[in-house]
T-cell receptor
Framework: DGGITQSPKYLFRKEGQNVTLSCEQN?????MYWYRQDPGQGLRLIYY???????QKGDIAEGYSVSREKKESFPLTVTSAQKNPTAFYLC?????????????FGPGTRLTVT | SQQGEEDPQALSIQEGENATMNCSYK?????LQWYRQNSGRGLVHLIL?????REKHSGRLRVTLDTSKKSSSLLITASRAADTASYFC?????????????FGKGTKLSVIP
């Protein structure tokens, strides 16, 4: 069963703690993406990676970090430097090179920091 | 911000009516895509229109693209209660080693049975 998975679905953390969100895909996609979604704001790109061991900052990368050690995995760490981390986080993946970049999304992780 | 804009932000219609959502974007594009998001879930790709196309159909969906106005519209015909969701456009530009994908803020559609 192919797809993209995110875990956990809900995550609660205390302010000042780093937290890592998981994203795994078995679609053999080259590119993976992290988005943040706030009410009324749509999706904003945090980081993306088009190849293993390489990634690029998106529009709102400050306070976040990523790694891409395996093609299948693209974990996102929300650091204590992120001033307003409570949000819905979406991971996506796509093919590269077809100039379509149709994205396949995971179910999302809702992070609440108090 | 490079985000595009959808219009309207929210739309409420009766089942059976048509729903039209508009999207504007800011830069040159290779293609434009529309996605659907049910509440609290991930996005699902609906339809893609390339920059050299003006109109595309898929089932009850009709998408138009006007590159001179940097705008697109999504029409859902004969709406159903199950169409209730948020709809997002995403403009894609890629070339010369660069890549940019920008989502709009979405239109929240409510279809009343």
């Amino acid at each position: 069963d192919g797809g993209i998975t995110q875990s956990p679905k809900y995550l609660f953390r205390k302010e000042g703690q780093n937290v890592t969100l998981s994203c795994e895909q078995n679609l053999n996609h080259d590119a993976m993406y992290w988005y943040r979604q706030d009410p009324g704001q749509g999706l904003r790109l945090i980081y993306y990676s088009q190849i293993v061991n390489d990634f690029q900052k998106g529009d709102i990368a400050e306070g976040y970090s990523v790694s891409r050690e395996k093609k299948e995995s693209f974990p996102l760490t929300v650091t204590s430097a992120q001033k307003n981390p409570t949000a819905f986080y979406l991971c996506a993946s796509s093919w590269v090179g077809q100039a379509t970049y149709e994205q396949y999304f995971g179910p999302g992780t809702r992070l609440t920091v108090t | 911000s490079q985000q595009g804009e959808e219009d309207p932000q929210a739309l409420s219609i009766q089942e059976g009516e048509n729903a039209t959502m508009n999207c504007s974007y800011k830069t040159s594009i290779n293609n434009l895509q529309w996605y659907r998001q049910n509440s609290g879930r991930g996005l699902v790709h609906l339809i893609l229109i390339r920059s050299n196309e003006r109109e595309k159909h898929s089932g009850r969906l009709r998408v138009t693209l006007d590159t001179s106005k940097k705008s697109s519209s999504l029409l859902i015909t004969a709406s159903r209660a199950a169409d209730t969701a948020s709809y997002f456009c995403a403009s894609i530009y890629s070339g010369a080693g660069s890549y940019q994908l920008t989502f709009g803020k979405g239109t929240k559609l409510s279809v009343i049975p």
